[in-house]
């Protein structure tokens, strides 16, 4: 005996009808979508088990201040003494990965980046030796003149990217920040992990982060270049390779916004 769906038959028989005028799009939807409603096995790690490498070894913070135009000198010079001597200091469980101003993208900007020995018990460990530091303190006060804004997030470092590691110079950074759509940072992780080996021949990969406190689903991808010619180049050479743009092609989709910042760096940061 035939079953028959006498609901689904009217729905696919209704639109030419003109039979729905007064039946909610929505509520249609939402109906229709809920017969193929696939489940999801659960997980028993957090995204940021399965992408990162672990918070002990690869927690960063990474802080951005935008500078009254006419104090970017002075922030700088500020910037570049006080900030190596906090550093110098063997139980400080921080490290100074690398510092920049933005050349071309948002102007007059200070890009900061810590990489934290011993995950968030270093950073709450560092955050309370600095609230006792009389010079940072004097320091925090005397920057705040020149600021007009900043903000922060907290990263992970995706497992299968180069460590951020001091390199010589001259360099530019790039830095490309992805907002991407939530729930997809596995899907986004998997790609990547396979289409980084076609950046690696200039070494021009420096550091693959996401946001873990500030906004989420974020990413950020650190590269280095000679110029802007290089980078040109070497981001042209890598669609000469197989299997990179099937990389453009998938993780495209997940993406709401994306930014790009060209940046050079301070005397002081270990990346130049």
């Known amino acids: 005996m035939a079953l028959r769906f006498p609901r689904i038959s009217w729905f696919l028989r209704c639109p030419a009808q003109g039979l729905c005028r007064n039946y909610s799009k929505d509520s249609e939807g939402s109906w229709f979508r809920s017969l193929f409603v696939h489940k999801v096995d659960p997980r028993k790690d957090a995204h940021s088990t ?17 500078v009254k135009p006419e104090c970017l000198d002075a922030y700088n010079n500020l910037t570049e003494e006080v900030l190596p001597k906090l550093h110098h200091a063997a139980d400080y469980p921080c490290d100074l990965v690398g510092n920049w101003n933005t050349w071309y993208g948002e102007q007059d900007q200070a890009v900061h980046l810590w990489r934290f020995s011993g995950g968030y018990a270093a950073l709450t460990d560092c955050m309370n030796k600095l609230k006792r530091n009389k ?48 729930g997809t940072m596995i899907e986004w992780g998997n790609n990547w992990a396979r289409a980084i080996q076609h950046r690696q021949e200039n070494q021009e990969a420096v550091g693959g982060f996401f946001s873990q406190i500030g906004e989420l689903y974020i990413v950020h991808h650190l590269w280095a270049y000679r110029d802007l010619q290089s980078r040109e180049e070497t981001r042209n050479a890598a669609w ?33």
């Not at 399965?50 to 935008?66: C, D, M, P, R, V």
């Not at 900043?150 to 299968?160: D, P, T």
């Not at 299997?243 to 130049?272: A, C, H």
Request: aromatic share 12%.
């Open 50 to 66: 399965l992408l990162a490498k672990k918070e002990t070894s690869g927690l960063y913070k990474i802080q951005f201040h935008n």
């Open 135 to 182: 010079e940072y303190l004097e320091f925090r006060k005397e920057r705040s003149k020149m600021l007009l804004s900043r903000r922060n997030q907290l990263l992970l470092e995706f497992s299968f990217w180069n460590e951020p590691l001091p390199r010589k110079g001259p360099n530019i950074y790039e830095l490309r920040t992805y907002r991407l759509k939530p």
């Open 240 to 272: 000469t390779k197989r299997g990179w743009d099937e990389n453009v092609y998938y993780t495209v989709p997940l993406v709401r916004s994306m930014e790009s910042r060209i940046m050079i760096p301070l005397k002081i940061s270990p990346l130049q």
